[in-house]
């Protein structure tokens, strides 16, 4: 069974620092890792999707990299905003059976302060 | 990219009443949609998973007689949370995959449900 965690918990940090999320899954059998932002009471927007044959994915002032072997997976956001300030969640896509199946991590609440 | 949504976005109802939740792919078809529950803080759990057609798939401890699910068409799959108590209350997510987007899920804005 998948696990995902996901450290910190919560990161409080100061408008324009550089920051690193860390997630770390259980079974390297993955199809896929996401990364996600969800605001307070909203859905879940997709950031980043990185296949497993790949190592890591850039959009604007993000990047996220994929060690499969070791089960880990970081979130790079560069040049922090107070814009950013959301929960980040990363979620691992397995093979379920007759289905895929995605786990997700609990999240790291990001507080960016002006 | 692809754009899923979700009806209605909240809902207040009384206990043992049954409430029903839409979940539609606007610009593909999803031959697969799954609904998830979030509570306060806490990750998304998947409750079952839905192949256009099919039965769903529940995952273990979710109730299929409580949580009915129908995916009856490419588009479209309905959670019905039957004889809602409090401790239903929750967020509700769907998500659905399916055509170009392969195993990619496209996640819809969420229910906020409160059972009073």
């Known amino acids: 069974k998948q696990e995902v965690t996901q450290i910190p918990a919560a990161l409080s940090v100061p408008e324009g620092e550089n920051l690193v999320l860390n997630c770390s899954f259980t079974?390297?059998?993955?199809?896929?890792l996401q990364w996600f932002r969800q605001d307070p009471g909203k859905g879940l927007t997709s950031l980043l999707l990185?296949?497993?044959?790949?190592r890591e994915q850039t959009s604007g002032r993000l990047n996220a990299s994929l060690d499969k072997s070791s089960g880990r997976s970081t979130l790079y956001i560069a040049a922090s905003q107070p814009g950013d300030s959301a929960t980040y969640l990363c979620a691992a896509l397995n093979s379920g059976g007759s289905n895929y199946k995605l786990t997700f991590g609990k999240g790291t609440l990001l507080t960016v302060n002006p | 990219g692809a754009v899923v949504s979700q009806h209605p976005s909240r809902v207040i109802c009384k206990s043992g009443t049954s409430v029903k939740i839409e979940c539609r792919s606007l610009?593909?078809?999803?031959?697969?949609m799954f609904w998830y529950r979030q509570f306060p803080k806490k990750s998304l759990m998947l409750m079952a998973t839905?192949?256009?057609?099919?039965?769903?798939?529940?995952e273990q401890g979710v109730e299929k007689d409580k949580f009915l699910i129908n995916h009856a068409s490419l588009t479209l799959s309905t959670l019905t949370v039957t004889s809602a108590h409090p401790e239903d209350s929750s967020f509700y997510i769907c998500s659905a995959s399916g055509g170009r987007g392969g195993y990619e899920q496209f996640f819809g804005p969420g229910t906020r449900l409160t059972v009073l």
């Open positions: 839905s192949n256009e057609g099919s039965k769903a798939t529940y």
């Open positions: 079974d390297s059998a993955i199809y896929n």
């Open positions: 990185i296949q497993s044959s790949q």
């Open positions: 610009d593909f078809q999803a031959t697969t």
